[in-house]
């Protein structure tokens, strides 16, 4: 099935230690995102990429770094300068066609809790 | 820069009721503008977009919403809720210059009672 994947589902990490949440989709879509959504904040943009080897800082990239070495992947590292990085994190992708609004899609997201 | 706001954070209906979430949007032209459901730990399932052309949208799952340009409004409504409806609904806005960002408002969650 087509679809996003995010993993894992549940990560635990204590305070000092970077980690790294895997992307991966099979949509081919150009464009990938990554959101944080904290409650009653809603959804926050960290980081964005619209082709390969390319990205971009989202509202709240401070703390966060990605990579974009394939099209369908699209891994996030929050590192330790990440100050309060317990959230839950999501995936999204869509294709970019020149012509704006087209649909984007998500993951399941991705629990994070530093312990 | 552009911005959403869903001024209700929680809203309780009966089952069977009518329900209308409310959602503002701040963009200096026409936007994009999107509904997406959030079931408890789980990602975000599209309900309906506007683009452009007929004001009224039809969605899945019985919804529906109206964009009023006068009003810079996007509310949802369905006619008859279910049991099942009960989640955390996001309104959202986008650009219609080719960056494909969204920008989320921060959500009305509904509780349905029997």
């Known amino acids: 099935d087509g679809g996003i994947t995010q993993s894992p589902k549940y990560l635990f990490r204590k305070e000092g230690q970077n980690v790294t949440l895997s992307c991966e989709q099979n949509l081919n879509h150009d464009a990938m995102y990554w959101y944080r959504q904290d409650p009653g904040q809603g959804l926050r943009l960290i980081y964005y990429?619209?082709?390969?080897?390319?990205?971009q800082k989202g509202d709240i990239a401070e703390g966060y770094s990605v990579s974009r070495e394939k099209k369908e992947s699209f891994p996030l590292t929050v590192t330790s300068a990440q100050k309060n990085p317990t959230a839950f994190y999501l995936c999204?992708?869509?294709?970019?066609?020149?012509?704006?609004?087209?649909?984007?899609?998500f993951g399941e997201g991705s629990w994070l809790t530093v312990v | 820069a552009q911005s959403v706001t869903q001024p209700d954070i929680h809203i309780t209906v009966s089952e069977g009721a009518s329900l209308e979430l409310r959602c503002n949007y701040s963009y200096g032209a026409t936007p994009y503008l999107f509904w997406y459901v959030q079931s408890p730990g789980q990602g975000l399932q599209l309900l309906l977009k506007?683009?452009?052309?007929?004001?009224l949208v039809q969605g899945i799952k019985g919804f529906e919403a109206e964009f009023k340009r006068s009003q810079s409004s996007f509310n949802l409504r369905k006619p008859s809720v279910h049991w099942s409806d009960a989640a955390e609904y996001f309104c959202a806005v986008g650009s219609r210059f080719g960056n494909e960002k969204l920008t989320f408002g921060t959500g009305t969650r509904l509780t349905i009672i029997p």
């Open positions: 990429s619209q082709i390969v080897n390319d990205f």
């Open positions: 999204a992708s869509t294709f970019r066609t020149g012509s704006s609004g087209n649909t984007i899609y």
């Open positions: 506007y683009f452009s052309g007929d004001t």
